[in-house]
C-alpha cells in the first residue's frame, strides 16, 4: 500500500514541475535576479514571457520586482498640458490633433505663474516628479517658446522635484539646453510596434521617434518611453513594442504602459475599453525584460478599480500620476489614490536626481558581465 502511495504522488510532483517552474517567465526572471539586465533579448524570447500562464507571469514579474525595487514604493508624478490643442499630427488615439473634432479648444503656452502654481500644488499633493506636456509635432522654430520652458524646468527643479517634458520631437541642441536646465526625464513614446505604428500615425515616423531618444539618451537625461495598449493591434505588436524597448542602447528610466481612453471624434473613437489582464500582461513582461525601469501605471488608470491597480502593483508597476487630468483625459481622484496607498501599504517614492548616460549604463553592464563570467 505503502509502494502505491508513493508511486502516484511522484508522477504527480513530476507534473507540478514540468508544468508549472519551467515557463518563459520563471525562467527568465530567475536568470534576471541572478545575471542583471540585459539588451540582447530575442523577440521570441520576449513572446514566450508575454505567453506565460498570467498567474505565473504575475508571481515572478512580482519576484523581479521585490529583487531591484522597493516594492512598497510607488512614486507620484503630475503631468500637466502647458500647450493644449491645435496639433498638427494624426495620431489616431489624441484628442489634441487639430485634425478631429473632439470639442477641444486649443490654447497657447501657460505662462510662468501658471505653472509654478500648478507644480507647487502637485508637491503638496505629494507628487515628486511634475511632467509639462506641450502639443507639437516638434520644438524647431519655437525659440521663445522653447526658452520659457528652459526656465520652468530651472524653477521646477529649484523647487526639488523631478522635471520631466514631453515636447515632441527635439534636436540634439536642445535636448543639451534641456539637461543644462536641470531636466530630469524625457518622455517620447514610441506608441506600439514598428510594424503597427503607420496604421496609428503617418505624420511622424518611428525612426524620427528613436533618433529623438539617442539625443535624449546621449544628453544624460533620462529616458521615459513607453506605450499604449487598446490601438486595435494584435498581441504580436505589444511583443513588438517591448522588444524595441528593451533592445534599446540602455532601457528607459521609465516605461509608461497606458491603456487607451477612447474620445469621441477621434478615429479610435470605437475601440472596447483594455481588460485588467492585459494590462498586467504588459506590466509584468516589461517589469521581467527591464528590471531596472520605472514601469508606470499610467493613462487608463482610472477604469480600474482598486483590486485591479493592486495586482499592476504586484506585477511591477510603481509609478502612478495622480491629479484631476492627464493632459486632457480624465485621472484618478487624489483622495480616492490616499485611501488605496494607506490601504494598500504603498509608500510615496522620494524624488531621485541621478541620471544614467549610455556610458555609465555601459560601465555597469561590462562590470556585469566580468562579474558573471567569473
Known amino acids: 500500500m505503502m509502494w502505491i502511495t508513493r508511486s502516484i504522488r511522484r508522477p504527480f510532483a513530476h507534473f507540478q514541475a514540468a508544468n508549472f517552474s519551467s515557463s518563459a517567465a520563471a525562467v527568465e526572471a530567475e536568470r534576471c535576479i541572478r545575471d542583471g539586465s540585459r539588451n540582447d533579448w530575442k523577440r521570441e524570447e520576449i513572446k514566450s514571457i508575454f505567453h506565460s500562464p498570467v498567474l505565473d507571469l504575475l508571481f515572478h514579474a512580482a519576484q523581479v520586482h521585490r529583487h531591484a525595487h522597493n516594492f512598497r514604493e ?137 533618433q529623438t531618444l539617442e539625443y535624449v539618451r546621449d544628453a544624460g537625461i533620462n529616458v521615459c518611453s513607453g506605450g499604449i495598449i487598446g490601438l486595435g493591434e494584435a498581441e504580436e505588436d505589444r511583443v513588438g513594442l517591448l522588444h524595441t524597448l528593451a533592445t534599446l542602447p540602455a532601457h528607459p528610466e521609465s516605461v509608461p504602459i497606458n491603456a487607451l481612453i477612447a474620445v469621441q471624434g477621434t478615429p479610435l473613437e470605437d475601440q472596447k475599453p483594455v481588460e485588467i489582464w492585459e494590462m498586467i500582461r504588459m506590466i509584468a513582461t516589461a517589469r521581467i525584460v527591464m528590471p531596472k525601469a520605472m514601469v ?42 490616499q485611501t488605496m496607498f494607506k490601504l494598500l501599504g504603498l509608500i510615496p517614492k522620494a524624488p531621485d536626481f541621478s541620471q ?19
Not at 109 to 137: H, I, P, Q, Y
Not at 307 to 330: D, H, R, W, Y
Open 296 to 337: 508606470r501605471l499610467s493613462a487608463g488608470r482610472v477604469r480600474f478599480s482598486m483590486p485591479e491597480q493592486a495586482l499592476c502593483f504586484l506585477a511591477g508597476a510603481n509609478s502612478i500620476f495622480t491629479g484631476e487630468k492627464l493632459l486632457t483625459t480624465p485621472n484618478n481622484d487624489y483622495d480616492a489614490d
Open 74 to 210: 510607488v512614486q507620484q508624478c503630475t503631468l500637466l498640458s502647458i500647450k493644449t490643442g491645435g496639433c498638427s499630427e494624426d495620431c489616431s488615439y489624441c484628442p489634441q490633433s487639430s485634425r478631429y473634432n473632439t470639442g477641444l479648444k486649443p490654447h497657447k503656452l501657460m505662462n510662468k505663474d501658471a505653472v509654478l502654481e500648478a507644480a507647487e500644488k502637485a508637491k503638496e499633493a505629494g507628487s515628486t516628479r511634475f511632467c509639462m506636456g506641450a502639443a507639437w509635432r516638434d520644438t524647431v522654430g519655437r525659440k521663445t517658446n522653447f526658452n520659457q520652458i528652459l526656465e520652468y524646468v530651472k524653477e521646477i527643479r529649484g523647487m526639488g522635484m523631478e522635471v520631466c517634458c514631453t515636447l515632441g520631437m527635439l534636436e540634439k541642441q536642445q535636448a543639451l539646453a534641456l539637461k543644462d536646465a536641470g531636466l530630469t526625464a524625457y518622455n517620447h513614446n514610441l506608441d506600439t510596434s514598428r510594424e503597427y505604428y503607420p496604421n496609428i500615425i503617418t505624420t511622424r515616423s518611428y525612426d524620427e521617434r528613436l
Open 356 to 374: 544614467n548616460s549610455a556610458k555609465e549604463f555601459e560601465t555597469e553592464r561590462v562590470e556585469a558581465a566580468a562579474s558573471s563570467s567569473g
